[in-house]
């Protein structure tokens, strides 16, 4: 069963702090990895990640994917508290008649000033 | 543009009635998913619908039900309600499906 894991599932940091949030995934025919970040409620987009070692970047914000390892890794430096907010990782994979997203549980991140 | 705009943005109610969401994708989006969201659990996938047809479906039972308007509009009915279908219901829409999904604020569902 294709499968999308996400850790840690919560994480306190202080502002100006790095974190690294990971997400590693066992999905048969990958397509690509997203993240997203979710604030109140409406999760927004982040990156999408297809290849392996290039990373994305906006920002204090960056992601790599390593496909031959299956995971991917959020970074996400000098914190402010605005970056306090779930961390959504999301795996698209084939379904019956297209692809759809497989997503994780969500990692929750919160800034103390 | 305007965003997903998902209404009622607040929803309680009882074991045992049913309930319909909605969901008004972006303009000239054709494809609306949506997602059951409860804490610890991430997003689970309901159902895509592309093109008034629903494309996709994700494990849930049969109470819960879609479908898609000629104006891409969709609505989600959850029939015989129970405890465990407490949750943000969320909608995606995107042009064709898949990537690049843009969310509404989603309908937080209260059943007491």
């Known amino acids: 069963e294709d499968k999308v894991v996400q850790s840690p599932l919560s994480l306190v940091v202080h502002e100006g702090d790095t974190v690294t949030l990971n997400c590693s995934y066992e999905?048969?025919?990958?397509?690509?990895l997203l993240w997203y970040k979710q604030e109140k409620k409406a999760p927004t987009f982040l990156f999408m990640l297809?290849?392996s070692g290039i990373e994305k970047k906006s920002g204090r914000l960056s992601s790599i994917l390593d496909k031959k390892e299956l995971f991917s890794i959020l970074n996400i430096t000098a914190t402010q508290t605005g970056d306090s907010a779930i961390y959504l990782c999301?795996?698209?994979?084939?379904?019956?008649?297209?692809?759809?997203?497989?997503w994780g549980a969500g990692t929750k991140l919160i800034i103390k000033p | 543009k305007a965003g997903v705009t998902q209404t009622p943005r607040y929803l309680i109610k009882t074991r045992g009635q049913q309930v319909t969401l909605s969901c008004s994708p972006i303009?000239?989006?054709?494809?609306v998913s949506w997602y059951q969201q409860t804490p610890g659990q991430g997003l689970q996938f309901l159902f895509e619908?592309?093109?008034?047809?629903?494309?996709n479906k994700g494990n849930f039972p049969g109470r819960f039900s879609g479908r898609q308007f000629s104006n891409s509009r969709s609505e989600m009915n959850v029939s015989t309600l129970e405890l465990g279908d407490s949750a943000l219901y969320l909608c995606?829409?995107?042009?064709?499906?898949?990537?690049?999904?843009?969310f509404g604020q989603g309908t937080r569902l209260t059943v007491v």
């Open positions: 995606a829409s995107s042009l064709s499906g898949g990537v690049r999904a843009f």
């Open positions: 303009s000239g989006h054709r494809s």
């Open positions: 619908y592309f093109s008034e047809t629903q494309r």
């Open positions: 999905v048969t025919n990958f397509r690509s």
């Open positions: 297809t290849s």
């Open positions: 999301a795996v698209e994979a084939p379904s019956v008649s297209n692809y759809q997203l497989i």
